[in-house]
């Protein structure tokens, strides 16, 4: 973790135990920072599981192990390694992750493809297997950790804990959904990783895991960017574990269904937002507000456009309320726009309608809403009922520094 | 132009007078900064056109006239408005730019068609009418001047004035081709506009011509890149006065077609290069090359995905050999690529090979080639033909100053 804490931090939230998932935390040494590196998480028998996967095609072997194991729909452990990406690393990489996951499977006495590992960090490093085995034997004896030491463990260069917690009433049990998440904080030579984690213990089928986690992820994790560069190790995991009782949950016909689906999507709200405030140099977090697309796919482009624009960052970072900026974001996306039907505002007052700017603009509320911490950039495009929001920070010196002025 | 040169900057080439194009520049006082903002380039009867324009689909007035009216084929005059882009202005936009028009036209005796503009600069205020209207009575009686007054007069916030020059042997007669550019300053709220021309008096037919410029700007204006932002102006323009006497060029059957091509391919080259060079805060140029690819247009999306890697950018800037970072962009371009086939270099020299990172790996060279001006970068993906090579800069803290330390 980061010394110097992100202006835009939040603070951890007080998740409580969940049944059937232990957490324990030890050192493995990746890095000689002399602080915990290796996260293991103990899973009931007959835990679901779903994923998503990062869709760079140079992933790491973990990625592909995970894409492939999470098929089959049961978990009863996750090991996550800070300090190495394990990316790019070939078959030295992959036998590494093997060995973690029979370690790991003899312990339990588990099928190794219902043992989970990410790592994150460096790339280009084969994961060292003795430092991990040894870390492992570590993690396997010591004692239960708390979840904000466990969201600590996970991260690298995150300057702060990111947790999220929500509940639901599902069969008319209450039901609690835990998650951790790291990324956004990168020093060269290490590369962005976003790895996230969502803890239930709701029972839910793992198909109808899978259904939910991917709808969420298209609204959540999908619509925030901080620097347009796609990791290739992002990886956000499911874990359902079944203790709260209720019946299981097999489709939106079952009962309470909506209702896990909602927090689920709210968890990952809190933890994609979370990615954002501990961007990179990040001053400011910017909401993208499209609406009047012809679709939402579209308005969700669009979104992306815009906060991934250098240009349109810089001038959120210089509190410039710069909508020609935005217009030419907009124009570039590649999606259906008529250039006299936009509209363009910040914080909910339009600067410019119907491809023209207004008359009586008055700078001042923009002027003020633009100093805030919080910005909204609102988006109309004129054309349909598409819309979506996409989440992202300001481009400052800070990322610069970041990524250029320290060397590897 | 800016006061504070890029170091990339490189002198004007000394381009000759080319019979059939009249260089003239005029103060209409779009900027208070009192230099001349006004270009108008008169050409002889029977000018062949051919337009490249930007695909931002909120593009300004004279983009969409410009695009219509190259069609026709013919050329009288070319007027470029320097401190104001008239993008995002509406009907008031489009009537400064019919005035211009149709002033230039009735001046010359020439259908309105035959008449271009350009303009650059702030978006979102009309083009003032009465401005342009004096500044092109002025321009019409005075001096002719020189290719680089003309250059510095269609510049914003270039640092440096941009001119190339090439010559070909068609049809036993020497042909000229000589050429102006602005771009890649920016100041808020100014936005980017390249704005490039080129001028021959080699007899082009205007279908063939445009068939060369477009195939030209595959290679070279469209493999730059300095921020990823698409301006809403971007033209190239080529103009074609038929003075040298040659034949008319109307395909690649006609004598010397090929050496006219490859000339005017070197100087849309030249041109493209000193944009990049002149790109917001530069202390690098960088080629990105790249070979292996399924295809030429797969190979050109892998290398901008590079190119506009904010984190390549800063590892480059910070002059730091990081090829994750080259691993992470080409893995997220959503080209085929396959891990375990591709190379990454650094001038010449690999540090990956075929997946892997080299075990023999030197970096004292790599890091010496990056201690340079001009940085290059190996991409191979080992699956194919297609080869591309794309260029920009590094990202730096002056390009944050620029574009977030300045209010509008």
Wanted: aromatic share 6%; charged share 20%.
């Amino acid at each position: 973790m980061s010394d110097a804490v992100s202006p835009l931090a939040q603070p951890f939230p007080a998740i409580p135990p969940i049944a059937g998932v232990t957490l324990r935390v030890a050192r493995a040494g990746y890095k000689d920072c002399g602080r915990c590196d290796l996260t293991y998480v103990e899973l009931a028998e007959g835990t679901a599981v779903a994923g998503v996967f990062t869709r760079n095609v140079c992933c790491s072997s973990e990625v592909e192990l995970g894409r492939a194991n999470v098929a089959q729909g049961r978990a009863r452990a996750l090991v996550v390694n800070a300090g190495n990406s394990n990316a790019f690393t070939g078959y030295r990489g992959r036998e590494a992750v093997d060995a973690i996951m029979a370690q790991v499977a003899a312990h339990l006495g588990c099928a190794t493809e219902q043992v989970f590992v990410s790592s994150t960090g460096v790339i280009g490093v084969p994961l060292p297997k003795d430092k991990a085995e040894a870390g492992v034997r570590a993690a396997l004896v010591t004692e239960p950790c708390d979840w904000e030491e466990a969201a600590n463990t996970i991260g690298t260069t995150d300057t702060f804990a990111k947790g999220a917690l929500a509940t639901a009433i599902v069969d008319s049990r209450k039901v609690t959904l835990g998650a951790i998440i790291k990324g956004s904080g990168m020093i060269a030579p290490d590369m962005a990783t976003m790895l996230g984690y969502v803890f239930t213990d709701c029972a839910v089928a793992p198909v109808f895991l899978q259904e939910l986690l991917s709808a969420a992820n298209t609204r959540t994790f999908s619509c925030i960017t901080v620097d347009s560069d796609t990791s290739t190790s992002d990886t956000v995991l499911a874990f359902a574990t079944g203790k709260a009782g209720n019946a299981v949950l097999t489709g939106f016909d079952s009962p309470g269904a909506d209702a896990f689906a909602a927090a689920l999507n709210d968890v990952c709200m809190q933890l994609a937002h979370l990615v954002v405030r501990d961007g990179e140099g990040a001053q400011k977090f910017i909401a993208v507000q499209v609406t009047g697309a012809v679709s939402d796919k579209s308005a969700r482009t669009v979104g992306l456009a815009v906060a991934n624009s250098p240009l349109v960052k810089t001038a959120i970072a210089g509190e410039d309320a710069n909508w020609g900026r935005v217009v030419m974001a907009v124009g570039k996306a590649g999606e259906p726009a008529d250039r006299d039907k936009l509209s363009i505002g910040f914080g909910g007052a339009w600067a410019a309608r119907d491809g023209l700017p207004l008359a009586d603009y008055d700078e001042a509320p923009v002027a003020a809403h633009l100093k805030g911490r919080e910005v909204e950039i609102q988006v109309d495009l004129g054309l349909g009922e598409g819309r979506a929001t996409v989440w992202t920070c300001d481009l400052t010196h800070g990322y610069i520094s970041i990524n250029a002025d320290y060397r590897s």
